[in-house]
């Protein structure tokens, strides 16, 4: 519980509700740091307007998918990187969406995270497509509830053009999730392996891993052996990875070898000491 209240999604988590409580307290709040399309020079509603939402509704709705989605992959890719995607699929997904509105004359504004939202989606199906979710109340992979995202995303956008009005932008949905996959394969190298391992303490380790910054801490946690076997589809180890990692486990092993002596030649002189005291208190 610790490492989720230190985690980046918890960060983000904390300002959307900040957000939604100072809507809800101060008047006009929401229309000065709201994204609007007749004033895209004012630089800081493109991202305030992320954690910003039109109602409580909307609020939760968003921050059950960041907080149900988010800690895990945060787990994965780590803070920044996680950040990076949030930030960016919003930005892009807001972009198109803006773009064409003005294009088809509307002036309206923009608020939401359900572009960052969708962008962690799409990383999140990218580092695991064949994980099952339930999507509308049916159980889905998650690479196959992203193509159902886009699809309805894209038809209900064309449908406006024939006179239908939703309030919602659905293009914010749809091309933060196609980001956030993107961008995830770009800043991640898809690295998937099932695993044994056996520590130096016989502790044994199996499992899935998922780059090769986790590699090289199995590495560390688990040196003594280690199989890693590539999953059909992915990407196998470059000989250059395998070389750095095992040069990594090669300097890990020496300075636990090093260890081991300094501890014994510590725990030797703690003995010689209590042995002249016992020696002296003999005298």
């Known amino acids: 519980m610790k490492k989720f209240f230190n985690s980046m999604t918890f960060v983000l988590f904390t300002i959307c509700w900040s957000f939604m409580w100072v809507q809800q307290c101060i008047v006009g709040f929401t229309e000065d740091f709201v994204l609007k399309n007749n004033d895209l020079l004012a630089l800081h509603t493109w991202v305030t307007s992320m954690f910003m939402h039109g109602s409580w509704f909307h609020f939760v709705a968003n921050m059950i998918g960041v907080l149900s989605i988010g800690y895990t992959l945060e ?43 969708c962008g962690i989606v799409g990383a999140w199906a990218f580092y695991r497509p064949k994980e099952k979710i339930l999507f509308l109340f049916f159980p889905m ?46 800043i991640q190298k898809r690295l ?28 560390l946690e688990y040196p003594a052996n280690f199989q890693a076997k590539g999953r059909k589809g992915c990407r196998q180890l470059t000989k250059e990875e395998t070389d750095e990692i095992q040069g990594i486990q090669e300097t890990f092993l020496r300075v636990i070898d090093e260890f081991k002596k300094q501890k014994q030649k510590e725990d030797l002189d703690k003995l010689d000491g209590m042995i002249e005291e016992l020696e002296k208190d003999d005298e």
């Open 192 to 219: 998937i392996f099932d695993v044994t391992a056996k520590s130096l303490s016989g502790e044994s380790f199996s499992g899935i891993l998922y780059s090769v910054d986790e590699i090289i801490f199995t590495f």
């Open 141 to 186: 992979r998650v690479i196959t509830s992203c193509w159902v995202i886009v699809s309805i995303s894209i038809a209900f956008y064309v449908a406006e053009f024939f006179g239908h009005s939703y309030g919602v932008g659905h293009l914010v949905h749809a091309f933060g999730l196609i980001s956030g996959y993107f961008i995830a394969t770009k």
């Open 75 to 117: 787990s994965i890719i780590g803070k920044k990187k996680f950040l990076f995607i949030y930030l960016i699929s919003g930005l892009i997904g807001a972009m198109v969406q803006v773009g064409l509105d003005s294009f088809k004359g509307i002036d309206i504004g923009y608020l939401g995270a359900s572009g960052a939202l």
